[in-house]
């Protein structure tokens, strides 16, 4: 099991930008991991954001933040980031960090939250209008 920690969240006005980083702690991450960004505002189900495969760097993204977000990593750090901008009311929510183990490069339902293995604990976004 791996140890993910969140950091970079924050209060923005809309249009602006933020950083979320997500840190591995306790092992690193493995060839096949994805690693992904989902979100969860108040009275609402988590939601698929981001993710990245460790290995190859691919990405997918949900359509509401395409063009918007941009995830990446860095395997000197063993952390991912997503980089926000354009940032509207509806981003805010607490945003999670994920892992999912996979034994193949390209696992299926990359959006699917109940195939991820770790969590984060979480960092508040608030974007205001």
């Known amino acids: 099991q791996v140890q993910l920690v969140e950091s970079g969240g924050g209060l923005v006005q809309a249009g602006g930008s933020l950083g979320l980083s997500c840190a591995a702690s306790g092992r690193t991450f493995s060839t096949y991991d994805m690693v992904g960004w989902f979100r969860q505002a108040p009275g609402k189900e988590r939601e698929f954001v981001a993710t990245?495969?460790?290995?190859?760097?691919?990405?997918y993204y949900a359509d509401s933040v395409k063009g918007r977000f941009t995830i990446s990593k860095d395997y000197a750090k063993n952390t991912v980031f997503l980089q926000m901008n354009n940032l509207k009311p509806e981003d805010t929510a607490v945003y999670f960090c994920?892992?999912?183990?996979?034994?193949?490069?390209?696992?299926?339902?990359?959006?699917?939250?109940?195939?991820?293995?770790?969590w984060g604990q979480g960092t508040q976004v608030t974007v205001s209008s």
């Open positions: 990245i495969t460790w290995f190859g760097g691919r990405m």
């Open positions: 994920a892992r999912r183990t996979s034994s193949t490069p390209l696992p299926i339902a990359p959006a699917e939250p109940s195939r991820y293995d770790d």
